[in-house]
Structure formats: structure tokens, C-alpha cells
């Protein structure tokens, strides 16, 4: 059980995934799920299926169930599998659900910004998860603060010191405001004015609906299960839970599913610009992206790389996960032996406590460990997915040859990232992406490599089998799809330093924040998706 607000963590309360908070690379983007199926277990199902999505989120974790006459909000901080047991699941009872887990990109880590977002309305309520980055926010909050004395007239005592500051509440806030329409046409009327990456999964107390944004930066699916039917961001959710996979929701598409069935509305013509970077990393390697297995397609990169750039070398090792797929195409196309040189532990996740600054100096052998027996002497091809600081390479290297390697040549299955992702992916800044200010052999000295290459931007393109134009590039080209507004209007931070929006309209939060309802505290706010400027 969630405890009172008044007793969460305090300030920031970030979790990290870095083991030194200076030095994170790429961080996932959120994960969204929604069911509906009357006769089954709903909120579990929500719940693996959020579990199989925990790479793209790992700060806070939450599920919203709805049994036709109210709907129950369940988040708290933290991974799906510490949020949720099995009494708190056994309560969610419903037919219809929608769970997320959160990375943050708009607003901080707090309790308050953790998803789904719950918001009543004239006519009952709604819950609302989102994955993406929007860039218009700023004037989506304007719009709230416009709608506000509409708010007031729902009687609810507002908290601005409990207020959600993100994204994902200013569209939630927005959706609720249908006094004259009803949530699938509001939507309609709202969807074409929010810009920037999204895929929204939310429901009122009948009905489950999702939308994915006109150029479908993040991907969006549909599955059925025997007695309903399921969303996601990955297939692999669907694989869990059972449900076959059917398709992506097309770019600009909202899908409703009732007890009519599914049916389908387009609120947008489709520009579509899918997100390289999730073939590079974001995604499970056991999900279908554009009719491809993400799998293929890195195994695909790493022949390409060896094509490109071959190396005079004894073995191939993968930096685990996401550098394994790319390192047996590697190995299969160079017929150098692939090998596992680095031990990965897995419970090192962004939960872990912050090490003292004597462990700190071990640096990262709190997540990988050399196996000296298997590298000593060795002439190695190290497999990456990217460099985004560089720092974690240097020390990889150091910590390489300190084992025994003779050579160390990294290759890495993605372009230079150059550019910062507004589109919810968490790079550096500009600023401190190595690659925007060295060129590659100035990098290679840097990280104390023998030699360095990097799969060229033509050739991963190739290997999606995606029609460049319709791939977002931006991070390794910065031709931004969406056209994004004035710096000041960017950032994490943005709804929390604004001065010119009263994010008070955004909280609407009843008076404790949690009404106690079959052994449940129903939270009525939330929020969560948005980031890049400003990480550390």
C-alpha cells in the first residue's frame, strides 16, 4: 500500500541507474499497457505486462482498474515488482486496465509524477498513461490554466504544493474537460493539437483507448486475447500475457475498445518518423518493430560492422544486453569466435543504493566484471550499442587490459549520437556528447582504444529495412521531425520553474490525495514522460 503523501521521499527522491549519478548513458523511455477483457484478471495481466516492460522504465510503476463503476489508481516509486504484491493485485478487480512504468522526461521522479494519472470529470473519471516527450506543453498548460475556473466548478480543493509537473497531467487535465462531448470525441478534438512523440493509453470507466502521435516516433501495438483485447509498447508485453499480436496502431490512429469491439479513428494524417535509436537500444531484442525482430536487426548491424570495419583480433565480446546481437553478427561475418568476456549483474538497477566513494573508485565492476580467463592475452573486439559521455568506455578499457587484454578494439552499432533527444529519450546535453565536440580518432585516444568504429548512419538504416524518411534520426543527424519551440520552453523542469503557468491547475488533487476504497487508496494524481536538456 502507498503510504500518505505526506510521508513519501522527500525532495527529488531520482533514482538512478548509474552507478556514478554523473555519468548515465541513454535512458529508456516509459512503458504503456491496457487491457480489456471481461472475465479475466486484468490488473495482473496489466502487471506482467508492465513487467515485460521494465527496460523502458524502472523509477515508479503503476496500474489503474476499472470494474464499470469507478476506477482504482495503484503507482508507486520504484520497479513493477516492488511496487505491486499479490494482495494489492487480488484488490484491483475490473474488466479493463492500464498500467505504466515510468522514466521520467517531464517533471521529477516523485511519487506525484508517477503514472497512470487519474483526473475526475463532469461525468465519472478517467486514468491516462503516456510514453513520449511532448514539445508543446508549455501552451497545453496555458490551455489547463484557461480551463481552470471550469476545473473549480468539480468542488476540489486544490494543493499547488502536491501539484504533478509533467506532461502526461496537462493532457490528462485537458481530456477531462468534455462537459458537452463525450472522452472519444474530446479526444478528437484535443489529440491534433498535442505535438511532439506520444503514445497515450487511457480509459474511463467503460472504455479503453490508446493514440499514437501522427509521425509515430514510439511504438504502439495491438493484441488480442481470447475474451479482449490488449495495447503495448512492445510486442514482447504481448508474448507475456498471451495475446497474439495483430498490429501497430498506425501513426495519427486512436483505437477504442468497448464492449462493441475494437474500432479504430484517425485523428491526423501519418508522417511517419519511427525512432532509430529504439532499434539501436530502447527496445526488447524479442520485439517486432515495423515487421522486423529487433534481434534481426542488430545481428544485421554487427555483420555491417565487420564489413566496415574488420579487426586483426582473437575474439568477440558483447558489452551485455544490448551489445550481444550485434556482436554475434559481428562474429558471424568476421569469423572471429564470439565469446563472453564480461559478467553483468543484473540487480544493479535504478534502485540501487549509492556506493561510497571508496567503492565508487571501483568504478563499473559493480555492473560488469572481466572474466580473466576467457580475455588474458587476448586480442578483443568489444561490441557496444553507443558513446554518449565516453566515460563508461575509458573505464570498460582500463579495466579490460588491467585483466589481460592484449588489444582492445570497440566497435559500437549505432552512429555518433550528437544530438540531445526531445522526443523521450534522456541523452547528455549537447554540450557533453563526446561525439559532438572530438572526431572518431580523437575519441578513440580518448577512451584508450586501439582502434574505433562506428556503424555508419546509411548502413543502420539499411539494416531496419525502413525507408529512411521514415525513420526520426535526429540524435545522429539533428534534422528534428517535430518542430520544437524556444529553449525556454524545453526541459525537464519546465512545468516546476514556469512562472508563467499556474501549475495549481494541473494538481486537482483531493484534499489528502488518496480516498480509501475496498482496502485501496485511490490516487487522483500523477503523471510522467519528457526529457533531455538538463541531465546530469
Given at each position: 500500500m502507498p503510504q500518505p503523501s505526506s510521508m513519501r521521499k522527500g525532495g527529488d527522491g531520482r533514482l538512478t541507474n548509474?552507478?556514478?549519478?554523473?555519468?548515465?548513458?541513454?535512458?529508456?523511455?516509459?512503458?504503456?499497457?491496457?487491457?480489456?477483457?471481461?472475465?479475466?484478471?486484468?490488473?495482473?495481466l496489466t502487471y506482467y505486462g508492465i513487467f515485460a516492460l521494465q527496460h523502458r522504465g524502472q523509477e515508479s510503476a503503476g496500474i489503474a482498474v476499472s470494474n464499470g463503476r469507478q476506477i482504482l489508481v495503484y503507482k508507486d516509486m520504484g520497479l513493477v515488482s516492488q511496487v505491486f504484491d499479490e494482495p494489492t493485485?487480488?484488490?484491483?478487480?475490473?474488466?479493463l486496465a492500464i498500467g505504466h512504468c515510468r522514466y521520467s522526461t517531464t517533471g521529477a521522479s516523485t511519487w506525484h509524477n508517477a503514472q497512470p494519472t487519474f483526473h475526475p470529470t463532469a461525468k465519472g473519471s478517467i486514468a491516462l498513461a503516456h510514453n513520449g516527450n511532448l514539445t508543446?506543453?508549455?501552451?497545453?498548460?496555458?490551455?489547463?490554466?484557461?480551463?481552470?475556473?471550469?476545473?473549480?466548478?468539480?468542488?476540489l480543493k486544490v494543493r499547488k504544493s502536491e501539484a504533478a509537473t509533467n506532461d502526461t497531467s496537462v493532457v490528462t487535465a485537458l481530456l477531462?474537460?468534455?462537459?458537452d462531448s463525450t472522452v472519444e470525441e474530446r479526444a478528437m478534438q484535443l489529440l491534433p493539437q498535442v505535438k511532439g512523440a506520444f503514445c497515450f493509453v487511457w480509459m474511463d470507466e467503460d472504455t479503453l483507448y490508446a493514440a499514437r502521435d501522427p509521425q509515430g516516433i514510439r511504438p504502439l501495438v495491438i493484441g488480442r486475447l481470447e475474451r479482449g483485447w490488449v495495447v503495448a509498447s512492445e510486442t514482447a508485453a504481448l508474448d507475456i500475457v498471451g495475446?497474439?499480436?495483430?498490429?501497430?496502431?498506425?501513426?495519427?490512429?486512436m483505437v477504442i475498445v468497448d464492449e462493441d469491439g475494437l474500432r479504430t479513428r484517425t485523428f491526423a494524417e501519418p508522417e511517419p518518423k519511427h525512432c532509430l535509436f529504439e532499434f539501436v537500444y530502447l527496445a526488447r531484442p524479442d520485439t517486432i518493430m515495423t515487421g522486423k525482430r529487433v534481434h534481426s536487426v542488430r545481428v544485421e548491424i554487427g555483420r555491417r560492422l565487420a564489413r566496415s570495419f574488420p579487426a586483426d583480433a582473437d575474439l568477440v565480446i558483447p558489452v551485455p544486453e544490448s551489445g550481444t546481437p550485434s556482436a554475434i553478427g559481428y562474429a558471424e561475418e568476421s569469423g572471429i569466435p564470439y565469446g563472453v568476456g564480461l559478467v553483468k549483474n543484473s540487480y544493479v538497477g535504478r534502485t540501487f543504493i549509492q556506493p561510497s566513494q571508496t567503492i565508487r573508485q571501483l568504478g563499473i565492476r559493480l555492473k560488469l566484471n572481466p572474466l580473466r580467463d576467457i580475455i588474458e592475452g587476448k586480442r578483443l573486439v568489444v561490441v557496444d550499442d553507443s558513446i554518449v559521455r565516453g566515460?563508461?568506455?575509458?573505464?570498460?578499457?582500463?579495466?579490460?587490459?588491467?585483466a589481460g587484454a592484449r588489444e582492445v578494439h570497440v566497435r559500437i552499432s549505432s552512429p555518433p549520437v550528437k544530438w540531445p533527444c526531445f522526443y523521450g529519450i534522456d541523452f547528455a546535453t549537447r554540450a557533453e556528447l563526446i561525439a559532438n565536440g572530438l572526431t572518431n580518432d580523437e575519441i578513440c585516444r580518448s577512451i584508450d582504444a586501439d582502434s574505433l568504429g562506428y556503424i555508419d548512419l546509411e548502413d543502420l538504416v539499411d539494416a531496419t529495412e525502413v525507408a529512411k524518411d521514415d525513420l526520426c534520426r535526429a540524435c545522429f543527424d539533428g534534422v528534428y521531425p517535430v518542430p520544437l519551440p524556444e529553449p525556454q520552453h524545453l526541459g525537464k523542469n519546465l512545468l516546476e520553474v514556469s512562472e508563467s503557468?499556474?501549475?495549481?491547475?494541473?494538481?486537482?488533487?483531493?484534499?489528502?490525495?488518496?480516498?480509501?476504497?475496498?482496502?485501496?487508496?485511490?490516487?487522483?494524481?500523477?503523471?510522467?514522460?519528457?526529457?533531455?536538456?538538463?541531465?546530469?
Amino acid at each position: 500500500m502507498p503510504q500518505p503523501s505526506s510521508m513519501r521521499k522527500g525532495g527529488d527522491g531520482r533514482l538512478t541507474n548509474a552507478l556514478d549519478p554523473q555519468d548515465q548513458g541513454p535512458q529508456d523511455a516509459c512503458g504503456v499497457f491496457g487491457v480489456w477483457a471481461p472475465g479475466e484478471d486484468v490488473a495482473k495481466l496489466t502487471y506482467y505486462g508492465i513487467f515485460a516492460l521494465q527496460h523502458r522504465g524502472q523509477e515508479s510503476a503503476g496500474i489503474a482498474v476499472s470494474n464499470g463503476r469507478q476506477i482504482l489508481v495503484y503507482k508507486d516509486m520504484g520497479l513493477v515488482s516492488q511496487v505491486f504484491d499479490e494482495p494489492t493485485l487480488e484488490a484491483l478487480k475490473g474488466h479493463l486496465a492500464i498500467g505504466h512504468c515510468r522514466y521520467s522526461t517531464t517533471g521529477a521522479s516523485t511519487w506525484h509524477n508517477a503514472q497512470p494519472t487519474f483526473h475526475p470529470t463532469a461525468k465519472g473519471s478517467i486514468a491516462l498513461a503516456h510514453n513520449g516527450n511532448l514539445t508543446n506543453t508549455a501552451d497545453l498548460a496555458q490551455m489547463v490554466d484557461d480551463l481552470a475556473s471550469l476545473d473549480q466548478e468539480l468542488d476540489l480543493k486544490v494543493r499547488k504544493s502536491e501539484a504533478a509537473t509533467n506532461d502526461t497531467s496537462v493532457v490528462t487535465a485537458l481530456l477531462a474537460n468534455h462537459p458537452d462531448s463525450t472522452v472519444e470525441e474530446r479526444a478528437m478534438q484535443l489529440l491534433p493539437q498535442v505535438k511532439g512523440a506520444f503514445c497515450f493509453v487511457w480509459m474511463d470507466e467503460d472504455t479503453l483507448y490508446a493514440a499514437r502521435d501522427p509521425q509515430g516516433i514510439r511504438p504502439l501495438v495491438i493484441g488480442r486475447l481470447e475474451r479482449g483485447w490488449v495495447v503495448a509498447s512492445e510486442t514482447a508485453a504481448l508474448d507475456i500475457v498471451g495475446a497474439s499480436y495483430i498490429r501497430e496502431v498506425e501513426p495519427g490512429e486512436m483505437v477504442i475498445v468497448d464492449e462493441d469491439g475494437l474500432r479504430t479513428r484517425t485523428f491526423a494524417e501519418p508522417e511517419p518518423k519511427h525512432c532509430l535509436f529504439e532499434f539501436v537500444y530502447l527496445a526488447r531484442p524479442d520485439t517486432i518493430m515495423t515487421g522486423k525482430r529487433v534481434h534481426s536487426v542488430r545481428v544485421e548491424i554487427g555483420r555491417r560492422l565487420a564489413r566496415s570495419f574488420p579487426a586483426d583480433a582473437d575474439l568477440v565480446i558483447p558489452v551485455p544486453e544490448s551489445g550481444t546481437p550485434s556482436a554475434i553478427g559481428y562474429a558471424e561475418e568476421s569469423g572471429i569466435p564470439y565469446g563472453v568476456g564480461l559478467v553483468k549483474n543484473s540487480y544493479v538497477g535504478r534502485t540501487f543504493i549509492q556506493p561510497s566513494q571508496t567503492i565508487r573508485q571501483l568504478g563499473i565492476r559493480l555492473k560488469l566484471n572481466p572474466l580473466r580467463d576467457i580475455i588474458e592475452g587476448k586480442r578483443l573486439v568489444v561490441v557496444d550499442d553507443s558513446i554518449v559521455r565516453g566515460n563508461t568506455q575509458r573505464a570498460l578499457i582500463r579495466m579490460l587490459r588491467e585483466a589481460g587484454a592484449r588489444e582492445v578494439h570497440v566497435r559500437i552499432s549505432s552512429p555518433p549520437v550528437k544530438w540531445p533527444c526531445f522526443y523521450g529519450i534522456d541523452f547528455a546535453t549537447r554540450a557533453e556528447l563526446i561525439a559532438n565536440g572530438l572526431t572518431n580518432d580523437e575519441i578513440c585516444r580518448s577512451i584508450d582504444a586501439d582502434s574505433l568504429g562506428y556503424i555508419d548512419l546509411e548502413d543502420l538504416v539499411d539494416a531496419t529495412e525502413v525507408a529512411k524518411d521514415d525513420l526520426c534520426r535526429a540524435c545522429f543527424d539533428g534534422v528534428y521531425p517535430v518542430p520544437l519551440p524556444e529553449p525556454q520552453h524545453l526541459g525537464k523542469n519546465l512545468l516546476e520553474v514556469s512562472e508563467s503557468v499556474d501549475t495549481s491547475a494541473l494538481a486537482l488533487s483531493i484534499d489528502s490525495v488518496q480516498v480509501e476504497a475496498e482496502g485501496l487508496a485511490t490516487s487522483l494524481t500523477g503523471g510522467g514522460a519528457n526529457d533531455a536538456l538538463d541531465r546530469p
